[in-house]
């Protein structure tokens, strides 16, 4: 994805940006809904500490609110277009477990990735409402073989 020049302005205005990440692993039924096996959540918000001139990215499990950052992963980067390359890259992410995934079964994966307009400051989320410069999210599917889940 490409950040939008409002979202670009905003982040090098001080005015820091929450992503998430949604993964969840799907048993296909052909008779009910398909039921979820696992499921994982990744939240990352980037900020611009002007005093270091440096770009901050926080990492966690769970949503990153603003009495606190909680438990996260916190690293530090020199740009902009570092830090957004960092936010890009996802690996080593654990969703499920060998054991969760019978051998019998058709799995799929499902993954979100969204720009969270939750945690944006109230002044923006009134603002941002409709407008597609404050839309980012990706989704995708992918049916899970044998070969992918080792």
Partial sequence: FELSPVVDDALRKGIPIHFVAEAEVLRERWYWYDREVASAQRHMRVAYQPLTRRWRLNTSAEPIV???????????????????????????????????????????????????????????????????DWVISVERRIELTPELGR
């Avoid at 830090?83 to 993954?111: E, H, N, P, T």
């Avoid at 109230?122 to 597609?132: E, K």
């Fill in 66 to 132: 603003s009495s606190g950052l909680g438990v996260s992963l916190a690293q530090n980067y020199d740009s902009l277009e570092e830090v957004i390359s960092a936010v890009q890259r996802i690996a080593r992410w654990k969703i499920a477990s060998a054991s969760d995934i019978d051998g019998d079964g058709r799995y799929m994966l499902r993954f979100r990735y969204r720009l969270d307009a939750s945690q944006l400051p109230r002044t923006l989320q009134i603002g941002s409402v409709g407008h597609s």
